[in-house]
């Protein structure tokens, strides 16, 4: 079965620099996401893209964030200057079509520790 | 988006069916139902969508009644394995991004 793969699977960063992480969503799915889950809270959503721009984007995902896709198979969340905050989950995900709203499949995560 | 409604928590023992029930009373007509699944320190993981009466699939079979206010998810003879958070969601048609708002689940236990 076909799965969404994210890199690396733990990160260590000090405050102010600045990470990547890395997903590889499902090949012929064209919607993708980023959302991320602080240690026992809920999943939140971060952006959603297509069509190489962003669709739509939380109040969480400001100025620091950035989202790119780089080539035919990698989708990035960057990070510009990490604060002590953005130590989470950071779950990437894909969804194939529009009218399957709802329908998305979830990467294993990265979890992200700001020191 | 609709609001939906379910238990914080709910405990049962192996072998037995377990129905974790959501309320979505302001349900879209063209809005789906889907029922996540996830473990701790894992992503969420997709276990059924349905939009009218049943649905069923290796996993669980999922419920809806008539006016759609309310679903419910059964998982039959579970285990130790299916401890996890469950997450009722009513999906969005019909807007150009379509983003999950999870809400803070059902934590269902199982108990040997």
């Known amino acids: 079965e076909p799965e969404v793969t994210q890199t690396p699977s733990h990160q260590v960063t000090q405050m102010g620099q600045e990470v990547i992480l890395r997903c590889v969503p499902i090949?012929?799915?064209?919607?993708f996401y980023w959302y991320r889950q602080i240690l026992g809270q809920k999943v939140e959503f971060l952006v959603s893209?297509?069509?190489?721009?962003?669709?739509?984007k939380s109040e969480i995902f400001d100025d620091q964030f950035s989202v790119e896709r780089p080539d035919g198979s990698n989708f990035t969340l960057k990070i510009r200057s990490t604060k002590l905050e953005d130590s989470a989950m950071y779950f990437c995900?894909?969804?194939?079509?529009?009218?399957?709203?709802?329908?998305?499949?979830f990467g294993p995560g990265t979890r992200l520790l700001v020191l | 988006l609709a609001k939906t409604t379910q238990p914080i928590s709910m405990d049962s023992y192996e072998g037995q069916e377990v129905n974790i029930t959501c309320s979505h009373n302001?349900?879209?007509?063209?809005?789906?139902i889907t029922w996540y699944q996830q473990f701790p320190s894992q992503g969420p993981r997709f276990i059924i969508q349905?939009?009218?009466t049943k649905v069923t699939n290796e996993v669980a079979s999922l419920f809806i009644p008539a006016d759609r206010k309310s679903s419910t998810l059964s998982l039959p003879r579970v285990s130790l394995s299916d401890t996890a958070v469950y997450y009722c969601l009513v999906a969005l048609r019909g807007s150009s991004a379509s983003k999950i708002i999870f809400g803070s689940g059902t934590r269902l236990s199982i108990r040997p």
């Open positions: 995900a894909s969804s194939e079509a529009r009218d399957r709203q709802g329908l998305q499949y």
């Open positions: 349905g939009y009218k």
């Open positions: 893209f297509y069509n190489n721009e962003i669709s739509e």
């Open positions: 090949s012929n799915h064209l919607y």
């Open positions: 302001n349900i879209a007509t063209n809005d789906y």
